[in-house]
């Protein structure tokens, strides 16, 4: 008998022979090695929305914003209060200060910076191209938002001579000498990138709370209903500026009913940034764009536009939410808002995981 005869042993009748694994299930073993290194502490989303938690979050960032503003109703003097836009720039931290009380005190998540969406950033360049996107693509829509609506008559612009810039600098003695408005409307446009990165600072204390904390602890009544109810708190969020007559010039709970339905429609564009890339810091970035380029389009104005109105040829208004509702139909459509992976991995290394996890 040789060697190697010698060296066999006998498998008992009966023992089924392992199987060696086949290359999908190499695969998953190796994504989830690589889920579990990426992603210690704890799922990306709750199971389950803890409802207490996201009341409390709503009253204290409610609150808050209208405790802020307290001074300047107490005043009578509205959006004249020379301290309106300071304690309007406070506000926009309340939200952030609402999500941490919500993740040390009322549902402490396994991982912190994870649920809220601020690490990791792998894939690194996942997260650069939508912040990208969100830099370019926010005041795109802007832009187009204020073309339509000078072609739908809301608004008159002016690219020849720029008279409404013209007619408020005049009026408010802040001509410039030795510029020619061409200029200024020149240097108003170059420095959008910094304006914008300036008010993403400011916008940083909303989105931490709003699609840092809230979405993804609405996330478990599904993709839709966390959209649309984070966009319907985030709108009543702004009451105590609106009723001051704030963005739409009215005082009433139309102007709430208004800026809530419009906050709807935008917050389904940032939270798909949100979901997108399980990152808040793009939505971060088109919230700083959007309030960056709404103040510098407006050089484009004509000085015969028709006052109070004109909000409605605007990213705010009529023509605004058209644009807006396109978007959002281009992004369901194309089956954008399905594609949501997990921190750390890639879109197909989520879908992989999760498919295992569902069969």
Known sequence: MSNASQNLTPVPMGQPIAAAPTRAEVRLAKIEAQKAKNNRGGPVYPSSVSWSAVVCFALISCGL??????????????????RFMLFTL?????????????VLFIRRPANIPRLLGLSPLRPLGRTILFCALAFVGVPLIAFVAMI????????RLDFASYSGLDAAMAASGQNVPGLSIE???????????????SSSFAAFGEELGWRGWLLPNLRPLGTWPALLLTGAIWGLWHSPIILLGYNYGRTDLLGVLMMTAWCILLGVIFGWL????ASVWPAVIAHGALNAATTTWLVTFSDEKPGDSAIWGTILGASGAIVLVAVIVVLAVSG???KQPQPGLRLDESDATTSRTLS
Do not use: H
């Open 148 to 155: 339509l609506g000078s072609a739908l008559g809301l608004i």
């Open 336 to 338: 954008q808002l399905k």
């Open 90 to 102: 406070a506000m926009m931290y309340t939200p952030t200060i609402a999500a941490f009380v919500c």
């Open 274 to 277: 949100r979901l997108r890339t």
């Open 183 to 197: 200029m200024i409307v020149l240097i108003n446009v170059l420095t959008l990138p910094i304006a914008i990165v």
């Open 65 to 82: 914003a209208w405790l802020v503003q307290l001074p300047v109703w107490l005043s009578g003097e509205g959006l004249s209060d020379p």
